[in-house]
């Protein structure tokens, strides 16, 4: 029950800080305009203007309408106390029980201002400003605003604290409208800004489908055509086949024609193999290389060569030769 209790606490603190870094980040994007919130004007009843956003205060030369009493610096007395670690909203009780006790003033003759900052130890660190009560009357007077009207520490670094009374709640809760309207606008335009993002994708999507469908719709009335088309592709393959068998055919009667031109009358040929329009032969003859010449510069064949070197015959007195030539039609040069 002790450890689940701790791990409760642990995350109830943690919740809490969260929290409180949300609204210290609130805080400080109001004090630099980033945020919406309501602007205030205030007087320290020597002639001065303050434009008064958050904490931050800004001198005005216009003599602007007063709704608000600030209350200067030197008037006022500043120090910083450790509070222990508890919970956010027990801190204003926390700090006014140490405040009282840490004021030279009766608590009903004060007014206070503070600022809590969490440490890593889980304690709050405190800075505070009080101010006596008693000149608070004569400077709204002056001013010419009345007894609700807020009222501001002005702090010698840290700009314009708000005094914690009546005033500084109603700010909170019209600060609270102002950021439901600012996160209201700030959803409103990231689901825009996603809108538009995903716009490009579902208009290809709407594209795609719209492709699809009348792909679907045109591919029954596609296949007569889709089938006239195989069957003209099946002819034109036969026609190409036809016609490279045609040129493939070699007459066998022209290649004997030729070689009996190309061959003198001494060379007899005992062999004649003929592949396509690869031609070999073999035979004797009295001299091979001479032979291998005149086929050669015959018309009708190229590529003429002697795979295997020729060989002297000694029953003929010749040499036995093979040729390889390539047919390619035509007539004697």
């Keep these: 029950m002790t450890g689940k209790t701790a791990v409760q606490n642990r995350l109830a603190q943690g919740l809490d800080r969260i929290a409180w870094g949300l609204l210290d980040l609130r805080d400080r994007l109001v004090a630099r305009g980033w945020w919406p919130?309501?602007?205030?004007?205030a007087g320290d009843?020597?002639?001065?203007r303050w434009a008064i956003r958050g904490t931050r205060a800004h001198p005005l030369a216009s003599n602007g309408k007063v709704r608000?009493?600030?209350?200067?610096?030197d008037r006022c007395l500043w120090g910083q106390?450790?509070?222990?670690?508890?919970?956010?909203?027990?801190?204003?009780?926390?700090?006014n029980e140490a405040l009282?006790?840490?004021?030279?003033?009766?608590?009903?003759?004060?007014?206070?201002a503070w600022r809590a900052e969490p440490a890593a130890d889980g304690t709050w660190r405190v800075q505070w400003g009080l101010a006596p009560r008693d000149a608070l009357g004569a400077l709204r007077q002056s001013l010419g605003v009345g007894d609700s009207a807020p009222t501001f520490l002005l702090h010698p670094q840290s700009g314009a604290w708000a005094v914690r009374d009546a005033a500084f709640a109603r700010q909170r809760r019209r600060q609270a409208w102002?950021?439901?309207a600012a996160l209201l606008g700030l959803g409103v335009a990231v689901a825009s800004a996603a809108v538009l993002a995903g716009m490009p994708a579902a208009l290809q999507r709407q594209g795609v489908v719209g492709a699809m469908q009348q792909l679907q719709t045109l591919d029954p009335q596609a296949a007569p055509i889709r089938q006239q088309l195989d069957a003209l592709r099946t002819q034109a393959r036969i026609v190409e086949d036809i016609?490279?068998?045609?040129?493939?055919?070699?007459?066998?009667?022209?290649?004997?024609?030729?070689?009996?031109?190309?061959?003198?009358?001494d060379t007899v040929l005992d062999r004649i193999d003929i592949n396509g329009r690869d031609i070999r032969i073999g035979g004797l003859t009295p001299n091979a290389t001479d032979l291998l010449s005149r086929v050669a510069g015959h018309g009708a064949f190229a590529d003429a060569k002697a795979p295997n070197a020729a060989v002297r015959d000694p029953g003929?007195?010749?040499?036995r030769f093979t040729f390889e030539l390539r047919w390619k039609g035509g007539s004697a040069s």
């Design 45 to 48: 009843g020597a002639g001065a």
């Design 68 to 73: 608000a009493a600030v209350v200067a610096a």
């Design 178 to 180: 102002w950021d439901a």
């Design 37 to 41: 919130a309501s602007r205030t004007v």
């Design 243 to 265: 016609r490279a068998g045609h040129d493939a055919a070699v007459p066998a009667a022209s290649i004997i024609e030729a070689l009996a031109a190309a061959l003198p009358d």
């Design 316 to 319: 003929s007195n010749k040499e």
């Design 100 to 112: 009282y006790s840490l004021s030279p003033l009766p608590p009903d003759q004060m007014l206070c």
């Design 81 to 95: 106390l450790t509070l222990p670690a508890m919970a956010r909203g027990a801190l204003p009780s926390a700090v």
